[in-house]
């Protein structure tokens, strides 16, 4: 493409503007056109004096309004002008008289421009151009230590660019530890090992590199490098599926690049946050910002950044439906892509991926495979197991739809092999593998494929490995240091059936085409564009897997649970399926296929799955109006996971602790509780152990002493955090809070049974491919083995009658499943006559709450044989998880 010339004496200004230091000779051999200017300049007030070196300086504002003016007006004129310059001063490092002075002079000025050149060539992908102006460099015999540091720093991040990975990171770790590094070297190191870990799907080695980038940029007042790191943060948080986080951070890197008058950041942003819109369903801003990103790259002439463009405009027409657009863009990407000027192996190996996805949903078998198969050897010589996982997933969809189940079964091994690979090497909370399909999709797709087939057994273990992957992933991003402590081998349909009694079942339930909430391209796909949604999303569904000591059963059941949802705001998931109407057709959905290994059932295990995380179970209702728990019926236990069940509860030997520990805390203000520390003193007396109550610390005391309690009761606040689940907590003190990442880092327990008795203590984050998160889980892991806890918000009052029931019931010696399911039934049964005697009686034992209970055995009498909490809203949160007995 011709340059952009401008005028002589906008060019004599640029080359001030580009320059440290110049004096007329200078100006002269840079720009001999304009000797007739050059005096002038130097004799105005546009130039600032150096007197210790006999020169020049541009002003400050002059400067930047010059540069600004040419990358606006003359957007590939500054890559030729800075290229004059560099060869210029690389020139005089080996003609200068003066062999100190000069010759230092002229190598920082000639390092100085490449460094300048190294950011306009690198937005190219030039990387043979840097190579070369390294080498020559290199070949006059540079002197100085933090030069020949800079010349490393290049070989390092052209090795990481050109898929080198090891040998880059080598040299720049190694470089890292010299002691005399400058910090803006040392900065621009870190975004190089950044780009390594984000291109080999290391996400959170990248973001922590990326942060440090950011920081320290901040420090130095180094605002490029602050924009570059918002901008990689972004692309890293879009390919992990944190479409909204990535936006945010596209959009601030703009106002950043603005301000430099950066244009080709600025090209690069407006592309990221145009992706981002498209992943968001936002179809104008993407189609807007790609049409600007892409202008903005022709004026500068930068054809290699076009080819990812190219794909995402093709993406994006395949969304709407516009197929011969989108092939049109996906083919102009790949001819970028593998340009001989330009090319570059991983937007070649995007753009077939794509390409191949295109084909599939129009049914070109054969093309689909073509293309994949060269993305396949493009991923290999990347090492990009995310994509490789990706490609034999959607092989194993085409092959499928052949009929050739033996070659899909087999592809989507082979996703899962890379996807299992991945662990503890990606922070990823929710693992995406990208617009075209996530890891939980891969699972899901390879169980029904099972279950086609006939291999009930081999789609159980799929389920298992599935809950089990999607924990793992989100625990190594919330809390890295926990993964070894979780990581457990699933356990086989078999396994269950040998520690399962012959009184028992386990019904294990797996939800299949769960969407994501809110903006997202999967909910804004146009309704016409019907065969790209059966590539993209699966039928929901919900698996039922029934399993006993002898038999096993599955069932599809037909029902849609994106319906189980809350709102994203309902304050209490679960209650809003309360409706006697939707408890009947959740037990009819549920338990009708299985209800004949009921009658039979004296313990019934409960493993829910997604949204069946919010469904309160006891409180299922008949078609013949009674509750599936009912004083009969089975005792009921829950559990995140088949695997946990077994390894962390069943598993556990009873009777390794002593005694009981209750702690109790009201907390203050207006959302103090009124019996928190009643209950705990109240418990703890009669199991006859110790309750440590009020304001004073107790979590240091807890980690000590509280490993060898056998029964440990919490009454108090619990508040979930939704945003960061592991730092859910427990309030047990005035200034003290238990969270569920300090419970399974220190938490040591020989536990038997651990109570939970405060508001929302068994509330979970729900993520897509299950899995939950919270504080009954944390108890889990730190040892318990059954951990009582709620919902939803409990009535303080209620649960105080839930407790002491509860616990005579542990004195009688009834196990704890057995002992809550009577309990429940007591309580919804009592009368107000009976509540009014037992408040009495508590009125009796505990002087200081006197007036409150005599006020709540008032209105109780009032309700004479009514059952005041008959409603599943006052003790349908209560469950137990792990242990039944």
Request: with cysteine; net charge negative.
């Amino acid at each position: 493409m011709t340059e952009e010339v401008p005028s002589t004496d906008q060019k004599l200004l640029s080359f001030c503007g580009m320059l440290h230091w110049f004096d007329s000779d200078l100006l002269l051999a840079l720009a001999p056109e304009a000797a007739e200017i050059i005096g002038p300049l130097l004799s105005s007030d546009m130039v600032v004096a150096l007197p210790d070196m006999a020169a020049f300086r541009i002003r400050d504002d002059i400067r930047v309004q010059m540069l600004t003016q040419l990358r606006t007006d003359h957007p590939q004129a500054e890559l030729a002008l800075r290229t004059r310059m560099f060869h210029y001063f690389l020139a005089q490092m080996t003609q200068v008289q003066d062999p100190l002075t000069g010759s230092r002079l002229a190598e920082d000025d000639c390092l100085a421009h490449l460094g300048e050149l190294f950011l306009l060539i690198a937005a190219r992908r030039e990387w043979q151009t840097i190579t070369r102006y390294v080498a020559m460099v290199r070949a006059v015999n540079p002197r100085q230590a933090r030069h020949l540091q800079q010349l490393l720093f290049y070989d390092g991040f052209i090795a990481i660019r050109t898929q080198n990975y090891d040998g880059g990171q080598q040299l720049l770790q190694e470089l890292l530890r010299q002691p005399d590094l400058s910090n803006d070297l040392r900065v621009q190191i870190l975004n190089a090992l950044g780009q390594a870990h984000w291109f080999q799907a290391r996400y959170d080695q990248a973001i922590a590199a990326y942060l440090q980038v950011h920081e320290q940029a901040s420090i130095l007042k180094n605002l490029p490098y602050q924009g570059y790191a918002l901008l990689n943060m972004g692309m890293v948080y879009s390919e992990i599926g944190r479409y909204e986080r990535a936006l945010d951070l596209s959009l601030q890197s703009l106002q950043v690049f603005r301000l430099l008058g950066d244009t080709t950041r600025q090209a690069q942003a407006l592309h990221e946050i145009g992706n981002n819109a498209m992943q968001l369903g936002r179809w104008s801003d993407a189609q807007q910002h790609f049409q600007q990103a892409i202008q903005l790259y022709q004026a500068i002439g930068i054809m290699a950044q076009l080819a990812n463009l190219y794909s995402c405009q093709g993406f994006l027409f395949h969304m709407l439906g516009e197929e011969a657009s989108s092939e049109s863009a996906y083919l102009q990407g790949l001819a970028e892509a593998q340009s001989a000027d330009h090319g570059d192996v991983a937007l070649t190996m995007d753009n077939l991926l794509h390409l191949g996805f295109l084909y599939q949903t129009q049914a070109r078998w054969d093309a689909a495979l073509a293309a994949y198969n060269q993305a396949t050897s493009l991923a290999q010589r990347l090492r990009n197991h995310h994509v490789l996982a990706l490609i034999q997933y959607r092989r194993g969809d085409v092959f499928k739809r052949q009929a050739d189940y033996a070659a899909a079964l087999q592809a989507y091994h082979e996703a899962i092999t890379y996807i299992e690979d991945l662990r503890g090497m990606t922070e990823n909370e929710e693992m995406k593998l990208g617009l075209l399909g996530s890891s939980q999709q891969i699972y899901e797709s390879m169980i029904l494929l099972c279950l086609e087939c006939g291999r009930v057994i081999d789609a159980f273990d799929y389920v298992e490995r599935a809950r089990s992957r999607a924990f793992l992933d989100m625990l190594v991003k919330k809390a890295p240091e926990l993964y070894a402590v979780v990581d457990l081998p699933t356990v086989k349909l078999s396994d269950i059936q040998q520690q399962l009694a012959d009184d028992a079942v386990l019904i294990e339930y797996f939800t299949i085409g769960v969407l994501p909430q809110g903006e997202h391209v999967l909910n804004k796909l146009p309704k016409e564009n019907t065969r790209l949604r059966e590539h993209l999303t699966l039928t929901p569904q919900i698996l039922l897997f029934a399993i006993t000591r002898n038999h096993y059963e599955v069932h599809r059941v037909a029902f849609n649970p994106n319906l189980l949802r809350p709102s994203p705001s309902d304050p209490v998931p679960g209650r809003h399926l309360l409706q006697d109407r939707k408890l009947t057709h959740l037990y009819e959905q549920l338990f009708s296929p299985i209800e004949h290994l009921l009658p039979a059932c004296k313990l019934l295990y409960i493993i829910p799955h997604g949204p069946l995380h919010y469904v309160p179970f006891v409180a299922l209702r008949a078609p013949t109006n009674s509750y599936l728990l009912h004083a009969t019926g089975p005792a009921i236990a829950l559990a995140p996971s088949a695997t946990i069940l077994l390894r962390n509860c069943l598993g556990q030997a009873s009777g390794r602790g002593r005694g009981m520990l209750a702690l109790g805390y009201n907390g203050q203000g207006n959302n103090a509780l009124q019996y928190a520390e009643i209950e705990a003193d109240a418990i703890a007396a009669l199991m006859g152990g110790v309750a440590w109550t009020g304001a004073a610390p107790k979590i240091e005391g807890l980690i000590t002493d509280g490993t060898h309690a056998r029964w440990l009761h919490i009454a108090g606040h619990a508040i979930y955090n939704a945003l960061d689940p592991l730092d859910s907590k427990l309030y047990i003190a005035a200034d003290e809070a238990l969270s569920a990442r300090t419970i399974i880092a220190r938490l040591n327990l020989h536990a038997d049974l651990v109570i939970l008795s405060a508001c929302t203590s068994g509330l979970s984050q729900v993520a897509p491919g299950d899995e939950l998160f919270g504080l009954q889980r944390a108890f889990l892991y730190a040892g318990a083995a059954t951990v009582i806890c709620t919902l939803w918000e409990a009535t303080d009052i209620v649960t105080l009658l839930v407790m002491e029931h509860f616990y005579q019931a542990q004195l009688q010696g009834q196990p704890p499943a057995a002992a809550l399911r009577d309990t429940l039934v007591a309580v919804r049964a009592m009368t107000g006559f009976e509540l009014a005697i037992t408040f009495r009686r508590w009125r009796d034992m505990y002087a200081a709450y006197a007036a409150p209970l005599e006020n709540l055995a008032n209105t109780a009498m009032q309700q004479g044989d009514a059952q005041p909490y008959a409603d599943p809203r006052y003790w349908a949160p209560f469950m137990l998880i792990g242990r039944p007995t």
